[in-house]
């Protein structure tokens, strides 16, 4: 069974910087599309980046080229570098397998002003 164990986030102050980790396990981990969402307080949960097998990046607008994401294949890991953060990036982050129902566990991200 695919498990998707998250490290990384806490508390850092406007403009400082996280980087976020998702390992996982197995085979569907290693040949989809992983993704970084992200749910703030009364928001909706919104996609931060993916990056495809190959190493295809995509990234939402909110992520201003302050983000980036990034995997190791021989690690079973991916990585979600965050930059100049902003307290408007506060949030609950998550790993996703694209087009699976697979999240991590969720990772506690605070931007303090």
């Known amino acids: 069974q695919v498990q998707l164990v998250q490290s990384g986030g806490g508390l850092v102050q406007a403009g400082g910087s996280l980087r976020l980790s998702c390992a996982g396990s197995?085979?569907?981990?290693?040949?989809?599309?992983i993704g970084w969402y992200r749910q703030a307080p009364g928001k909706q949960r919104e996609l931060v980046a993916s990056?495809?097998?190959?190493?295809?990046?995509t990234y939402a607008d909110s992520s201003g080229g302050r983000f980036t994401i990034s995997r190791d294949n021989a690690k079973n890991t991916v990585s979600l570098q965050m930059n100049s953060l902003k307290p408007e990036d506060t949030a609950v982050y998550y790993c996703?397998?694209?087009?699976?129902?697979?999240w991590g566990q969720g990772t506690q991200v605070t931007v303090s002003s």
């Open positions: 197995g085979s569907t981990f290693r040949l989809n599309t």
């Open positions: 990056i495809s097998i190959t190493g295809l990046r």
């Open positions: 996703r397998v694209e087009g699976f129902s697979l």
